[in-house]
């Protein structure tokens, strides 16, 4: 028996690949007898039509090299060693996270670990320093998880350990918490 409404003729359409959902649905509720399904303005609207709503585009994360590190180099130059990206502060926009050294071509400089992020011009600018070279720190891994900066942070038990080999490892986490970075050990942050 066939039903009495009109069955569109799919092969011949040529619709929009959200108008085919669309079809599809309305397709599928004529075969079971229920006349035609109209969907939501959300999840049926295309750009530019009436009545249509689309997502903003997320904003870039700022770029390391729009910015002036505030590393101590001389004329050796910085290099970024390591960056991630991701909302911080929980604002919605992505901050970067960036490690840097001085370009010195061998050894392991120190690092600096800096927080990037978009001003009100959207120019970016160092908000933070998280690490500082003075340290004698190296950076290892470097991640976003869950809004908060997780990092390897290598380094020497003495000065007698030579500085291309760093025998101290520490993993360290920073969540922004009252208005700034919280530092913690990875054993602190699983509450050991």
Known sequence: MQNSAAVPDLAHTHARPVHWLATAAAMA?????AGILQPEAATASQSGGPGTRTAAAPAPAPDPAAVELPIECGTLGSVVTNKASGDLDGDGRPETVVAARCDAGSGTPPSGLYVLAAGPDSD?????TLVEPALKQSVGALAVRDGAVVAT?????SPAVPSCCPD?????K??????????????EARGM
Do not use: N, P
Not at 29 to 33: I, K, S
Not at 168 to 172: G, L, V
Not at 177 to 185: E, I, W
């Open 29 to 33: 509720a004529v075969m079971a007898g």
């Open 124 to 128: 970016a600018r160092v908000v933070a």
């Open 153 to 157: 942070l290598l380094g020497y038990s």
């Open 168 to 172: 101290e490892r520490e993993e360290i």
């Open 174 to 187: 920073w969540q922004w918490q009252g208005g700034k970075f919280v530092r913690s050990t990875a054993a």
